[in-house]
């Protein structure tokens, strides 16, 4: 089933584009536009103003689409290029995947690997055609996610730190299987914002914490937030902590 964000947050937030339309040239207001590039289908704010421009690609969850976490570009800076990715899995009528989930060896939370695999390299094809057509270099991209997006982030930033400045995990946790690959220390100036409500229902608070405690003995720099009470959603709170922790790591 599709994620939900928190309902104060939805009825707070606006979607500028519903259908899908035609790629169009670039904006000066901020209007919404549908792009395919050989990878991956997704919806893109860009930026406005003189200010440089920060890349920011937020991928959803399961079950969910481009448009899911689209109303967060309402919370974020102006020169903030936003881009909403859809994952290549359909899996019902406007439903998608970016992998089908399964257990690891441990009964940990895992996925199947041959399209885990392919995602991770569809969305870091799309991170570097992004990159290169709007000249935004690594220290001003950041890549972030709901759930199985939270997951995905996690993949992204762990496997490829230098494409990154930050990564930002809404309710997510790392597999695993990733932290077997990258258990050499390669972190680099990676920052990483892990966030969870400790009322999660899907994946519980432990993943965070544990996630946390391996981050922290592998050297990397993480900001750890916990939101009381908060089940499988996200908060207006904690899209404004993630707002704060872009701008402190530019």
Request: hydrophobic share 35%.
């Amino acid at each position: 089933m599709k994620y939900l964000l928190n309902l104060a947050l939805v009825l707070s937030l606006t979607v500028s584009c519903q259908a899908k339309e035609p790629e169009k040239p670039i904006s000066e207001n901020n209007e919404i536009q549908n792009v395919k590039n050989d990878s991956l289908f997704y919806k893109i704010r860009e930026a406005k103003g003189a200010e440089k421009p920060v890349l920011l690609i937020l991928m959803h969850g399961f079950g969910a689409n481009e448009e899911d976490l689209l109303p967060l570009a309402e919370y974020l800076p102006e020169n903030y290029i936003v881009v909403t990715p859809q994952a290549p899995y359909k899996i019902g009528n406007q439903n998608y995947q970016w992998y089908t989930s399964e257990k690891d060896a441990d009964g940990g939370f895992g996925g199947k690997q041959e399209e885990l695999t392919a995602s991770i390299a569809k969305v870091e094809n799309l991170v570097k055609d992004l990159q290169k057509k709007y000249n935004v270099k690594a220290d001003r991209t950041f890549i972030g996610g709901f759930s199985q997006g939270a997951n995905m982030s996690y993949q992204l930033g762990l496997r490829y730190p230098t494409l990154f400045k930050g990564i930002g995990v809404l309710s997510g946790t790392i597999f695993n299987t990733l932290k077997q690959a990258e258990d050499k220390t390669k972190a680099g100036s990676l920052k990483i914002f892990v966030a969870h409500g400790d009322q999660d229902n899907r994946i519980p608070f432990t993943e965070a914490e544990s996630s946390k405690k391996w981050l922290d003995a592998h050297q990397y720099q993480s900001d750890f937030h916990t939101y009381k009470g908060m089940s499988h959603s996200i908060s207006q709170e904690e899209i404004q902590d993630l707002v704060k922790f872009t701008q402190k790591n530019l």
